[in-house]
C-alpha cells in the first residue's frame, strides 16, 4: 500500500542553527504535502504544505521543497527557536482527498 | 470559525470493555476522518465519511470497532471489546473537500481523546 517514510525520527540542534526533515512518498499520484507540528499533548497543526505544481514554497522560516521525479520532499526550518521543539510529521495524499502520514520527527531545539 | 470538537479528551477502560467516541466537525465540512494515533507514531486512518456515507474503512478492524455519522455531522466511533493494543490517541478531523477533488485539503484536527486500556 501507499506509504510514506520520513528520516530523522529524533534532530537535536542549537538554537540558531537550521533544521531539515525529509519524507519520501510511493504514491506517484499524490499531489498534496502537508507539514503537521503537534506539541505534546496537543493536536497536529498544519504549518504549511506544497501542492505537485510548486517545487518551493517559503513561509518566515518555514520552507517545503518537492522533488516529483525522486518522489521526496523536505521541511526546512531556519534560525530555530525553542519553540520550535515539538514532531513534525508529513504527510502525502493518496486517492479519495486521504493523507498518509509519516512517524514523525522530534525536533529539539538546545538554548 | 469554531474547531474540531472531540469528546472525551481521557478515557480508562479495562480490556474487553467498550467504549465510544464523539466527533463535530468545522461546520459546512462534508467530509469527516477518525485517525488512530499510537504513541511515537504518525496518525493512521481508520474511517473516511463523506456526508453520512462511508468512503474508505479499509483499515478499520471491524470486528471490534465501528463508527457512524448518521445525520452527515457529528459522528461516534465504537470499540467492543477494547484490547491493550487499542491504547491510542483517537483523532477526528474535517475537511471541506470533495472526495474525488483535488487532493488539496488542509485537514482541521480536533484535539483528540487518548484512549488507555488496562
Known amino acids: 500500500g501507499e506509504n510514506v517514510e520520513q528520516h530523522p525520527s529524533t534532530l537535536s540542534v542549537q538554537e540558531g542553527d537550521s533544521a531539515v526533515i525529509k519524507c519520501t512518498y510511493s504514491?506517484?499520484?499524490?499531489?498534496?504535502f502537508p507539514w503537521y507540528k503537534q506539541e505534546l499533548g496537543k493536536r497536529p497543526q498544519l504549518i504549511i504544505d506544497?501542492?505537485?505544481?510548486?517545487g518551493e514554497k517559503k513561509d518566515q522560516r518555514i520552507a517545503v521543497t518537492l522533488n516529483k521525479t525522486a518522489k521526496h520532499f523536505s521541511l526546512h526550518i531556519t534560525e530555530t527557536q525553542p519553540e520550535d521543539s515539538a514532531v513534525y510529521f508529513c504527510?502525502?495524499?493518496?486517492?479519495?482527498?486521504?493523507?498518509?502520514f509519516g512517524a514523525g520527527t522530534i525536533l529539539r531545539v538546545k538554548s | 470559525e469554531a474547531g474540531v470538537a472531540q469528546s472525551p479528551r481521557y478515557k480508562i477502560i479495562e480490556k474487553r470493555q467498550s467504549v465510544a467516541f464523539w466527533c463535530n466537525p468545522i461546520?459546512?465540512?462534508?467530509?469527516l476522518y477518525w485517525y488512530q494515533q499510537i504513541l511515537g507514531q504518525g496518525p493512521k486512518l481508520l474511517i473516511q465519511?463523506?456526508?453520512?456515507?462511508?468512503?474508505?474503512d479499509s483499515q478499520l478492524p471491524k470486528d471490534r470497532f465501528s463508527a457512524e455519522r448518521l445525520k452527515g455531522v457529528d459522528s461516534t466511533l465504537k470499540i467492543q471489546p477494547a484490547k491493550l493494543e487499542d491504547s491510542a490517541v483517537y483523532l477526528c478531523a474535517s475537511s471541506s473537500i470533495l472526495v474525488g477533488g483535488t487532493g488539496e485539503s488542509g485537514y482541521t484536527f480536533g484535539s483528540g481523546t487518548r484512549l488507555t486500556v488496562v
Open positions: 504514491d506517484s499520484a499524490s499531489n498534496y
Open positions: 465519511f463523506q456526508n453520512n456515507g462511508v468512503v474508505d
Open positions: 461546520s459546512g465540512h462534508a467530509t
Open positions: 506544497i501542492r505537485s505544481n510548486v
Open positions: 504527510a502525502a495524499s493518496i486517492r479519495g482527498n486521504k493523507l498518509v
